[in-house]
């Protein structure tokens, strides 16, 4: 049996409490706003918006309609209508609120280390939802990307000796940077990493990802790392003067946290 009431969800006698208000006044979408993050709710708003980031870099998102993502650990995310990842995003941590202004709505995301800080501001708010979801499921996966980068964060000298990880998931202008460390020689490393043979695209990312450091005084080495590259790609990234280093995906099962469907429906 299901059925709408109160601003409920009824699934054969289980209530999934929610609330949800369409197309609301500002004085509205900040109520409920409020509302979800006194209730350490997940809040979805759809909105059109504009957004300022500011940290090591500086990025300003034109106006345009967004889906809005803020959960209760911190995390805030901003998706544009195509492409799997965010387009802006602040990670679990962060100090989230908001903020009623003359000029509408502002939600602020804060990060203090390092310091980075994204403020949204809410043109016109079609819909915001927040609930109380409960979730303890987790994802059995092996092989990805992100555990190189957890091995290489672990286990540093299976990059190279002497090498110091300092930031994972780094964000730029031009996207996120995988792992970003020191060498022994105190030299700035910019490594991006690939589960399966690397190629020209992977070069391309990568000086995207170095271009963003071009006032650094210092020489900054841009590093793929991958199972194997081809022949023309390792042929381009010679040529920028940045490296190859071969390495393969671990296969050890690693458990992390992520958001599932099934406590919905329990």
């Not at 208000?21 to 509205?28: A, D, H, L, Q, Y």
């Not at 870099?57 to 809005?68: H, K, N, Q, V």
């Not at 105190?186 to 450091?213: H, P, T, W």
Request: aromatic residues 10%; hydrophobic residues 40%.
């Amino acid at each position: 049996m299901f059925y709408k009431s109160n601003n409920r969800i009824i699934i054969e006698g289980i209530i999934i409490k929610f609330k949800t208000v369409e197309n609301p006044t500002n004085e509205e979408a900040y109520q409920i706003i409020m509302e979800g993050f006194d209730k350490k709710a997940m809040l979805i708003i759809l909105s059109k918006c504009h957004v300022e980031y500011e940290g090591r870099a500086r990025s300003i998102l034109e106006s345009g309609d967004r889906l809005i993502l803020i959960k209760k650990d911190g995390t805030f995310a901003i998706h544009q209508e195509l492409n799997l990842d965010p387009v802006n995003w602040q990670a679990p941590g962060c100090k989230n609120k908001v903020s009623l202004t003359d000029e509408g709505i502002i939600l602020t995301s804060k990060k203090m280390k390092p310091n980075e800080e994204i403020k949204v501001f809410l043109d016109e708010v079609y819909n915001v939802t927040y609930y109380n979801c409960l979730d303890t499921k987790d994802l059995e996966i092996r092989g990805y990307e992100k555990h190189m980068v957890d091995l290489a964060w672990e286990k540093p000298d299976i990059i190279e000796k002497g090498f110091r990880p300092t930031r994972r998931e780094y964000q730029t202008e031009n996207g996120f940077i995988d792992l970003m460390g020191i060498d022994s020689e105190d030299k700035l490393m910019i490594l991006e990493f690939k589960s399966r043979k690397a190629g020209m695209n992977a070069v391309k990312q990568l000086k995207r990802y170095v271009d963003c450091f071009k006032d650094n005084k210092e020489f900054v080495r841009g590093i793929i790392v991958a199972p194997d590259i081809t022949i023309n790609a390792k042929e381009e990234l010679e040529s920028l003067q940045m490296e190859f280093i071969a390495m393969e995906a671990p296969l050890t099962l690693i458990k992390e946290d992520v958001s599932t469907l099934d406590s919905f429906f329990k």
